[in-house]
């Protein structure tokens, strides 16, 4: 915009007066610290100009102000040194402040801003190389022995009129110059593409995103995956149409100030009340079961998984040494498990409660989607960088569904973010690093789909061990069939779906509807229902109690952000003795663990145990919570639900059998049957001396078959047998004290063949061959 000039020389009057009432020592900063830019506060602009309607008229008109605030500036520069810039060097102006309604996201950046000084919030998705862009060419023609000048201005200069871009190769009298590059003047160039933080997005549609350029000092202030604010003025381009005007204009911000914003931007507002209930509850025994509990109060059991998933949240201690190593203290975590166990109900919880998280699924993203990518412009044609999930999720949690669906490439790509959280790309002529220090929580089905207890968990889950190292914690969740739990189940989903809110009241978890609840102070714990809890216990009532969603989140924010714990030397010895232990079972196991134990094992539970004191709001991990880590690792590492089932099925089989032993001891103890008893005696007198067979039923346990397995191939090794009669094997296995109750014919003959059909044994005439 060309701006008269007695108009601009008033502006600069202003202006030159504004600087040295208020902001000589900051010009006196730029001096020393050799900086060119000089960033103004909004407020003080309203402050000063408050009589005059020049402040609202500098952020609504803004280009036909920014030109003399600029000359202004160099000449209060000027003033306090004059040697300090060169000639034709200018100080930049830059404004930071409240900009309230003005203060936008790329969604609500609307045509209303058009031509007017915004600050625009959002993450840098897409960088640009850095470009030399010419601002004045000098041309020698050789003929006449003179100089000629040529300014350029486009659409991003403050002063004058845009000129044309062609670059003159001849003078008026068509004699041929030479360009002297070492007289022209360039600035640095460089295109950034923010987008609307995750978090914030509308559900179900695109993200927005705005471009900008950055020039002079704020190129590659930025990159991929950083939170920024970018003040700067909002401008319209016109549409490259051929032969026809086009209505629709593209748009671009024109940056001044580029300000990094911290990742807990929408921290959570502490009140003094809030506060003394975080500390309460930190006090109290039970505070790892409590918080627990409240994570996703819809999900019936699954108690160890929903406490893993609280330290998860909180993270361990990220330590970047001296030396260059960087530790990671971020948890990763992955359940294993058949349909139907909630796997992915309990992602959505964690969508629900961390404060940054990004949800994909296995099919539906690919590796370059999760890390970064080089993409090409389609504009001007150059590489750009584009940051994928994992680089957004910086500092958060990635929620992967259907883990096990994903191609090997692309499980990959996630292998250096998982332990290094930085992705690395060398592609097209771009080397660059970027920060991806998020958690990763994976579910995936069994690699036949359902979980197969005969084969070990490494074959079940079908992952390589180079990945599942990497993963912290592994669960194996299990649809248990048990009339039992199967009722409770049942019930707590019935109670679930029997619930109606229609009155404002507080949902299952504890969130008002409709988004009511204000910053203020939030309620503690979730108000009784009797139709959502069921009925009131006499005893332990407070046990039951569960945290209201919005405090759980401020728990966990506070305890994260504002606890940093050490490690203790107790601390220290207690998880040096349970790593040596646990490579020792490792190595003992017959069926190994869900994990393979590493060196990164022993780093796992030092975070595991330092989530745990941050819960407690402790300053130093204690042994207490290295205990507290090894009970969570040992339930993870050794599939304890697989070993619940088993040991539920012994029980069963034991009182069965203890309930036909106790028959025929009841009818001894009645006079009336003693006759009875003697003739039953006397008939078969076998039954009493020798445990009963179980009758075959058809269907054989887990335990008798691994049983009748150990026996059988213990006896071939010891005699060194190749082959063995079926009459023998029976003898072999009832006499070696396996177990309380016999193996019938019928059962063994079942056994051998499912021996056969896996290709162990033989069975021919009578005769059962080792293969």
Not at 142 to 163: K, V
Not at 343 to 348: A, E, H, I
Not at 719 to 726: E, K
């Given at each position: 915009m060309d701006v008269p000039e007695e108009t601009r020389l008033r502006h600069k009057r202003d202006f030159i007066q504004f600087l040295e009432n208020i902001y000589m020592d900051e010009i006196k900063a730029l001096v020393q610290n050799k900086r060119h830019r000089l960033i103004v506060n909004v407020s003080d602009i309203h402050t000063h100009f408050?009589?005059?309607?020049?402040?609202?008229?500098?952020?609504?008109?803004?280009?036909?102000?920014?030109?003399?605030?600029?000359?202004a500036a160099t000449e209060a520069t000027r003033n306090i040194d004059p040697k300090y810039l060169k000639e034709g060097e200018q100080v930049l102006v830059g404004f930071e402040g409240h900009f309230v309604s003005r203060r936008v996201t790329p969604r609500e950046l609307l045509s209303e801003f058009i031509g007017s000084l915004v600050c625009v919030e959002g993450i840098v998705t897409k960088c640009s190389l850095v470009r030399p862009k010419v601002v004045k060419s000098v041309h020698f023609c050789?003929?006449?022995?003179?100089?000629?000048?040529?300014?350029?201005?486009?659409?991003?200069?403050?002063?004058?009129?845009?000129?044309g871009s062609v670059y003159p190769t001849r003078d008026d009298n068509g004699n041929l110059l030479v360009t002297e590059y070492g007289l022209c003047k360039y600035k640095d160039h460089q295109t950034l593409s923010i987008q609307e933080v995750p978090e914030n997005a509308a559900p179900g549609q695109l993200p927005r995103s705005v471009d900008v350029i950055a020039e002079d000092d704020l190129v590659d202030s930025c990159k991929p995956g950083d939170r920024v604010a970018i003040v700067g003025i909002y401008k319209a381009l016109p549409g490259k149409s051929k032969g026809s005007v086009n209505g629709v204009f593209r748009t671009i911000l024109i940056a001044n100030n580029i300000s990094l914003l911290n990742k807990e931007a929408n921290a959570p507002i502490y009140t003094p009340r809030d506060l003394q209930e975080i500390k309460k509850i930190a006090a109290r025994d039970d505070a790892f079961d409590l918080l627990s509990r409240s994570l996703a109060p819809s999900i019936y059991g699954h108690a160890w998984i929903k406490k893993a998933v609280i330290l998860l949240m909180l993270g361990g201690m990220e330590k970047n040494l001296k030396n260059g190593t960087h530790l990671r203290g971020d948890i990763n975590m992955m359940m294993v498990g058949d349909p139907s166990v909630a796997?992915?109900?309990?992602?959505?919880a964690i969508m629900n409660i961390a404060p940054l998280a990004i949800s994909t699924t296995g099919r539906g993203s690919s590796g370059v989607g999760l890390t970064a990518a080089v993409t090409s412009d389609q504009e001007t044609g150059e590489r750009r960088l584009e940051a994928g999930a994992m680089v957004l999720a910086d500092k958060g949690i990635v929620c992967i569904d259907e883990f096990d669906k994903m191609n090997d490439?692309?499980?990959?790509?996630?292998?250096?973010?998982?332990e290094q959280q930085t992705v690395t790309i060398a592609k097209a002529g771009i080397h660059a690093s970027l920060n991806a220090r998020c958690s990763v929580v994976a579910a995936a089905n069994p690699i036949y789909g359902t979980y197969d207890r005969s084969l070990t968990p490494t074959k079940n889950i079908g992952l390589p061990d180079s990945l599942l190292s990497r993963f912290d914690l592994l669960f194996i969740v299990l649809d248990q069939m048990d009339a039992g739990i199967d009722s409770m189940i049942s019930e707590h989903v019935l109670r679930m779906h029997r619930y109606q809110n229609d009155r404002g009241e507080a949902g299952p978890d504890g969130n008002l509807p409709y988004g009511r609840e204000?910053?203020?102070?939030?309620?503690?714990?979730?108000?009784?229902?009797?139709?959502?809890?069921?009925?009131k216990k006499k005893r332990g009532q407070t046990n039951e109690k569960t945290l209201t969603i919005k405090f759980l989140k401020k728990y966990i924010h506070y305890a994260k952000h504002r606890i940093q714990p050490e490690l203790t030397d107790e601390a220290s010895e207690r998880i040096a003795e349970a790593y040596a232990d646990l490579r020792n079972a490792g190595s003992d196991t017959k069926t190994g663990g869900?994990?393979?134990?590493?060196?990164?094992?022993?780093?796992?539970?030092i975070r595991l145990a330092t989530a745990h004191a941050k819960l407690k709001l402790s300053r130093k991990v204690t042994k207490t919570d290295a205990e507290a880590a090894l009970k969570l690792m040992n339930f993870a590492i050794y599939h304890q639900e697989l070993t619940e089932m088993d040991e539920r099925e012994q029980e069963e089989r034991q009182r069965e059998q203890s309930e036909q032993e106790r028959t025929p001891s009841a009818h001894r103890g009645n006079p009336e049957n003693v006759s009875a008893n003697v003739e039953s005696e006397t008939a078969d007198p076998m039954d009493v001396d020798e445990p009963p067979s179980e009758q075959f039923s058809g269907t054989v346990s887990a335990a008798r078959i691994e049983s009748f397995e150990r026996v059988f191939g213990q006896h071939m090794r010891t005699?060194?047998?190749?082959?063995?009669?079926?009459a023998d094997i029976e003898t072999v296995v009832n006499n070696n004290g396996v177990g309380t109750s016999r193996y019938s014919a019928d059962e063994i003959m079942a056994l051998l063949e499912k021996l056969q059909d896996d290709n162990k044994v033989m069975i021919s005439d009578g005769k059962v061959h080792i293969i």
């Open positions: 408050r009589e005059s309607e020049s402040s609202s008229r500098i952020l609504k008109n803004p280009i036909e102000y920014m030109q003399s605030f600029c000359d050789p003929s006449t022995g003179e100089f000629t000048n040529r300014e350029y201005r486009d659409i991003t200069s403050h002063a004058g009129l845009p000129t796997k992915s109900q309990l992602l959505r490439q692309d499980r990959v790509a996630i292998h250096e973010v998982m204000e910053d203020g102070e939030s309620e503690v714990f979730v108000k009784y229902n009797r139709m959502l809890h069921g009925k869900t994990l393979p134990i590493t060196a990164r094992t022993l780093e796992t539970i005699n060194r047998l190749d082959d063995i009669s079926i």
